[in-house]
């Protein structure tokens, strides 16, 4: 990374043209700024109108959710870039139309794509765009960005056609020592099992990330590991404090939803313009959304016990440190999804690496809010998010500590991969 950071370096001391440097922590600058470009405001609003059209209308499952989001995210994008200019972009490729409304592009392009994939809520869509259009001035520039909005869209919906969504695929496994089995109250099988064998946005393949795996169950690692989850992540008679108890339902939120909201913030607040947040949008949408698929497909692969069932089970895996306690329950429900990755791991730290690139790594400076607990919490670390939402799934009794920090470490490689290989700018 440093050594690529250099060779762009030089050449924009030899040459003057481009000084789109890609070095983590700090986004590049635009080779072309526009004058005067719109503010991001219809970037903020449309990202509110999503979350409500795929959760609340809809009721999509959070892991599957990642990819919608991320499609309404690009296409927006490549709809704004290609009135605006400066980056790349990342579907759809059109000559520059300079005369169109840049925010008449981004909102007809996020109201195609969730239309097209959320006919039930079309309805309630329409009379969202209808509003904004109505706030718009009649004319060519009007006219323009519908076009390029609705031309970026269905770009975006071509691109992910066969793509591997909603592919029928069922986890079937030999039940044993440290493999997964569905998890009580509702025994349930694996939720959205084909996720992890969907085509990534950015990432080659969902493969392409190495892991190491889950700890072995006969050695120390495991133990100390199931010893924690034990201790601090039971329903009755936990060694979590109040402190504890309170961060881990905090964390028992919708992480997509709450990164996303928590960027719209931030970007409103450092008043960036609308090239600048379509896009600080789409990094943080494609990176969760192939973390995500490369998270479920570790799951998949490697279909590991949850602790409620590990800890039932002790006295079969093996290792004379860990004792069963079949009356051992979480502090919440268990998810109907194997233990290794964690899904929320892999979300954060895609979102972290993601904010660190953005706005720097000690100065992230973001607030989150959770419909569990009602209340908000500020973040100026990475790194101080990254610890707490390892420690909340553990204080929550859902993970070992190794699927947390493996998952992290996934999103953060996912996250990088995206930044430098996508939404670069333009340098022509």
């Known amino acids: 990374m440093i050594l690529l950071s250099r060779r762009f370096l030089a050449a924009a001391v030899v040459a003057t043209a481009c000084l789109a440097v890609q070095v983590a922590g700090s986004p590049p600058a ?19 109108i999503a979350l409500r059209t795929v959760y609340a209308e809809n009721a999509t499952p959070i892991p599957s959710s990642s990819l919608y989001l991320a499609f309404v995210s690009t296409a927006v994008y490549d709809a704004v870039v290609t009135v605006e200019g400066r980056y790349q972009p990342f579907t759809y490729r059109a000559p520059q139309a300079r005369a169109a409304s840049s ?75 440290g493999v997964w089995r569905p998890t009580p109250p509702a025994l349930a099988p694996m939720l959205v099992p084909w996720l992890g064998f969907v085509r990534p946005l950015v990432l080659r393949s969902p493969t ?29 008679g936990s060694l979590r404090s109040a402190e ?14 709450q990164y996303r909201t928590a960027l719209a913030g931030a970007i409103t607040r450092r008043g960036m313009d609308i090239v600048q947040g379509a896009r600080a949008m789409a990094l943080l949408s494609t990176s969760t959304a192939d973390s995500v698929i490369a998270c479920w497909r570790a799951k998949y692969d490697f279909h590991y016990w949850r602790p ?47 904010f660190s690139y953005l706005f720097g790594r000690h100065s992230i400076d973001v607030d989150i809010a959770s419909s569990v607990t009602g209340t908000t919490r500020h973040f100026d670390s990475a790194r101080a998010l990254d610890r707490e939402t390892i420690d909340a799934r553990i204080w929550l009794g859902l993970h070992f500590r190794r699927a947390m920090t493996d998952g992290n470490r996934l999103g953060h490689q996912a996250s990088a991969w995206t930044i430098r290989h996508a939404f670069r700018a333009d340098c022509r």
């Open 103 to 177: 925010e008449v592009a981004a909102a007809t392009a996020a109201f195609t794509v969730l239309r097209h994939y959320f006919p039930a809520s079309t309805m309630a869509l329409e009379a969202d765009y209808a509003a904004f259009v109505a706030g718009r001035p009649a004319g060519h520039a009007t006219d323009a960005g519908m076009r390029v909005g609705r031309a970026a869209a269905e770009a975006t919906i071509a691109s992910r056609e066969g793509d591997g969504r909603n592919a029928e695929r069922v986890l079937t496994v030999t039940p044993g020592p």
């Open 308 to 354: 409620v069932t590990a800890i039932a089970l002790a006295a079969t895996d093996g290792n004379p440190a860990t004792v069963a306690d079949p009356s051992w329950q979480p502090l919440v429900d268990t998810p109907p999804y194997p233990d290794y990755l964690s899904g929320h791991a892999c979300i954060t730290g895609a979102a972290t690496n993601t």
């Open 244 to 257: 504890q108890t309170e961060t881990a339902l905090f964390w028992n939120a919708n992480s997509v939803a």
């Open 30 to 48: 635009a080779a072309h700024p526009a004058p005067h470009p719109p503010g991001v405001s219809v970037i903020t609003s449309w990202n509110a």
């Open 208 to 236: 392409q990330i190495r892991l190491p795996g889950p700890d072995r169950l006969t050695s120390r690692a495991y133990a100390r590991d199931f010893a924690e989850v034990k201790a601090y992540g039971a329903r009755q």
